[in-house]
């Protein structure tokens, strides 16, 4: 090749790679690992339509960086949840690591996030320690202590003396449990028993046989976002009301992705939850018309929720550092945020990295044929109690 020509070739393929380069850096990648399949698999669904609608109404540029969405599926086991994290930090150069449907996949991410400096944005899991795993944790979903304290304290006011709890035995049941009884016993009720159940595959029968016998006036459960149509099942089929015996529970129970299922024999239960599709506000009746004409025959719950409010923090916090936060920046760039979320007003604490946002006490009722958790109480601005006392 002439010599002139060839150091044409050359400046052009240098020009060429380097616009590539140019190209690469440009994207803005959002590494999104949620349970797809599994029996967590309502989460993943959720989280996912919300994070695309939410990326269809605000588009997919931010301060001038092309934003991806990489989706990956953990099937809700917390081996396959590190990994994948691992691979989109090393392989894929993510920006921002999102979803974690359960706690030990929340958990398990943690030190990545740390090591690799990677804001880790958790739109679903919720016990409370999840945000001090990692200082690259913010969180957009809620704590269990943060909804159960309410409902401990309504209760007793409501005729409710005494209590069994029946929580899933693993992190967010055994903050539900925990605070819940602390709350409750404080207010002056009794707990008579302390029940467990697997996280995997449950069946409830033995361990609700067990509270028919201890005759409490109130069953209090928290299971994870969908085991509660299975719960209401069981519960319904002992006849547990018929003996007397009330259902309360956090929200997750009565979740929105399935409480249509449960049937009329879920009507007048009392939940304390951070959001219903129900919820009377501009910014949600909008939120939830975009999200049920985008897709058909899905009502957005609590997850959906987390994951919507999630990408805006990403999205803010983008536009915050002018395209180019990356790690720390990006990170500093979502403590105190304060907006309208479709559950109300919310802010991301800057100390604790964790949401603080409204509970409210709902009841199931029926309205144009359909079940929904209408709210009848709010207590506002609910930091989460695991972190306060210390
Ligand atoms: C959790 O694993 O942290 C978790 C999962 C589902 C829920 C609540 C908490 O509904």
Redesign the pocket.
């Known amino acids: 090749m002439h010599k002139r020509s060839f150091i044409h070739a050359a400046v052009a393929a240098a020009l060429v790679s380097a616009s590539g380069l140019a190209l690469a850096q440009d994207v803005f990648k959002i590494g999104l690992i949620l349970p797809m399949t599994g029996q967590q698999a309502s989460?993943g669904r959720q989280i996912q339509a919300a994070a695309k609608l939410w990326m269809a109404q605000n588009g997919d540029t931010v301060a001038g960086r092309k934003i991806q969405l990489i989706v990956r599926d953990d099937t809700s086991v917390p081996a396959v949840t590190r990994r994948l994290a691992q691979e989109l930090v090393v392989n894929d150069h993510v920006n921002v690591l999102a979803g974690m449907g359960?706690?030990p996949s929340a958990l398990a991410v943690a030190p990545i996030a740390t090591q690799s400096r990677t804001p880790l944005v958790v739109m679903?899991?919720?016990?409370s320690i999840i945000t001090e795993a990692s200082p690259f944790v913010v969180r957009t979903s809620f704590t269990l202590p943060q909804v159960s304290v309410v409902l401990a304290d309504w209760a007793p006011k409501h005729g409710i003396k005494s209590v069994v709890t029946l929580v899933s035995d693993y992190?967010?049941g055994l903050d539900a449990e925990k605070y819940f009884k602390e709350r409750f016993l404080l207010d002056g009720g009794k707990v008579l028993d302390s029940l467990r159940v697997p996280l995997v595959n449950p069946d409830f029968a033995p361990f609700l046989q067990k509270v028919r016998d201890e005759k409490p006036n109130a069953l209090f459960v928290f299971v994870?976002?969908g085991s509660g149509a299975a719960l209401m099942k069981q519960f319904l089929e002992r006849g547990m009301d018929k003996a007397g015996i009330r259902l309360i529970a956090t929200g997750?129970v009565t979740d929105d992705d399935q409480l249509n299922q449960m049937g009329d024999g879920a009507l007048g239960v009392v939940t304390s939850h951070h959001y219903s599709a129900d919820h009377n506000s501009p910014a949600n009746k909008k939120f939830v018309q975009a999200f049920e004409k985008a897709n058909k025959g899905m009502r957005p719950n609590f997850m959906a929720v987390g994951g919507y409010d999630g990408m805006r923090v990403i999205y803010e916090a983008l536009k915050k550092t002018g395209g180019k936060g990356g790690g720390e920046a990006l990170l500093n760039a979502m403590k105190g945020q304060v907006f309208e979320s479709p559950r109300g007003p919310v802010y991301i604490d800057a100390q604790t990295r964790d949401i603080v946002q409204n509970v409210y006490l709902r009841k199931v009722e029926k309205k144009n044929g359909q079940l929904y958790n209408v709210e009848f109480e709010v207590i506002r601005d609910v930091k989460d109690p695991g972190k306060a006392r210390k």
């Open positions: 989460t359960i706690t679903a899991a919720a016990t992190g967010p994870p976002s997750d």
